[in-house]
């Protein structure tokens, strides 16, 4: 390993967060005003994702008050204390830029099905199912 990739490593975040294009999430952002402090949230759709281990970058589009606003974060900045999807998006595009031209419910993103299990507790939800061919346990006389 060399010494590059050993200062990409350190400024990479260990528990990155998992989203992809289309998703709907709410980025909380460290602000610095002065001596003061504070978390702000910024919510809207994810548009793009840029860059590889510790420069990638994904960029976040929400509509207020009637202008369109992008912000791009780098993934694994400090300043981006936590990222939070709020819904999953259906899409076929690796980059959303064609929402910018959208306006009203045309520029929203369709829905996917949710799907919030951790690995091994999928099945645990579903019904225990009898085999097929399984006879009853009352006999016929």
Same mark, same amino acid.
């Given at each position: 390993?060399?010494?590059?990739? !050993?200062?990409?490593?350190?400024?990479?975040?260990?528990?990155?967060?998992?989203?992809?294009?289309?998703?709907?999430? !709410?980025?909380?952002?460290?602000? /610095?005003?002065?001596?003061?402090? !504070?978390?702000?949230?910024?919510?809207?759709?994810?548009? +793009? !994702?840029?860059?590889?281990?510790?420069?990638?970058?994904?960029?976040?589009?929400?509509?207020?008050?009637?202008?369109? /606003?992008?912000?791009?974060?780098?993934?694994?900045?400090?300043?981006?204390?936590?990222?939070?999807?709020?819904?999953?998006?259906?899409?076929?595009?690796?980059?959303?830029?064609?929402?910018?031209?959208?306006?009203?419910?045309?520029?929203? /993103?369709?829905?996917?099905?949710?799907?919030?299990?951790?690995?091994?507790?999928?099945?645990?939800?579903?019904?225990? /199912?009898?085999?097929?061919? +399984?006879?009853?346990? +009352?006999?016929?006389?």
């Amino acid at each position: 390993m060399n010494r590059l990739e !050993r200062i990409q490593q350190s400024f990479t975040k260990k528990a990155a967060p998992i989203f992809e294009i289309g998703d709907t999430v !709410r980025v909380h952002v460290k602000v /610095v005003e002065g001596e003061k402090e !504070r978390i702000q949230v910024f919510e809207g759709a994810v548009i +793009a !994702r840029k860059g590889l281990l510790n420069t990638e970058t994904f960029t976040v589009r929400k509509v207020s008050y009637g202008v369109g /606003v992008e912000r791009i974060f780098p993934l694994h900045s400090p300043i981006v204390t936590r990222v939070e999807v709020m819904r999953q998006g259906k899409v076929r595009r690796a980059k959303l830029y064609y929402l910018r031209g959208k306006k009203g419910k045309f520029a929203k /993103v369709e829905d996917r099905e949710f799907v919030a299990s951790v690995k091994g507790q999928a099945g645990a939800s579903r019904k225990a /199912v009898e085999p097929v061919g +399984a006879a009853p346990s +009352a006999s016929k006389s």
